[in-house]
């Protein structure tokens, strides 16, 4: 398993943007298919991205297509989630996933996953 550590959140308001950024530790980072999901007060953990070891596929979930991008830098074993024009909705605890096959990750059941990182957006 990888060690995840995530950076990057905050308090924005809402048509702003952030990105989060985590780093992976602890194994071949290009071996993994990577993610991001989140999970807000009162509510299931959600899937938001996904990106495949060559970064070639890059799934999103409907909520954020259009304004959230995920990438990936393998020389530096980490992977991005670049959010813009957040909403109110956006608020929750994000999570960096890691498995070597990407269905794990869209399915919730990572290999690993990190502790998160906070991310509030103001009306």
């Known amino acids: 398993q990888v060690t995840l550590v995530e950076s990057g959140g905050g308090l924005v308001q809402a048509g702003g943007s952030l990105r989060l950024s985590c780093v992976a530790s602890?194994?071949?980072?290009?071996?993994?298919?990577m993610g991001w999901f989140r999970q807000a007060p009162g509510k299931e953990r959600e899937f938001v991205a996904g990106?495949?070891?060559?970064?070639?596929?890059?799934p999103y979930a409907d909520s954020v297509k259009g304004r959230f991008t995920i990438s990936r830098d393998n020389a530096k074993s980490t992977v991005y989630l670049q959010m813009n024009s957040l909403k109110p909705e956006d608020t929750a605890v994000y999570y960096c996933?890691?498995?070597?096959?990407?269905?794990?990750?869209?399915?919730?059941?990572?290999?690993?996953w990190g502790q998160g990182t906070q991310v509030t957006v103001s009306s």
């Open positions: 996933a890691a498995d070597q096959v990407l269905h794990n990750i869209r399915v919730l059941t990572p290999e690993s």
């Open positions: 602890g194994g071949t980072f290009s071996r993994y298919a």
């Open positions: 990106i495949i070891r060559g970064g070639g596929s890059t």
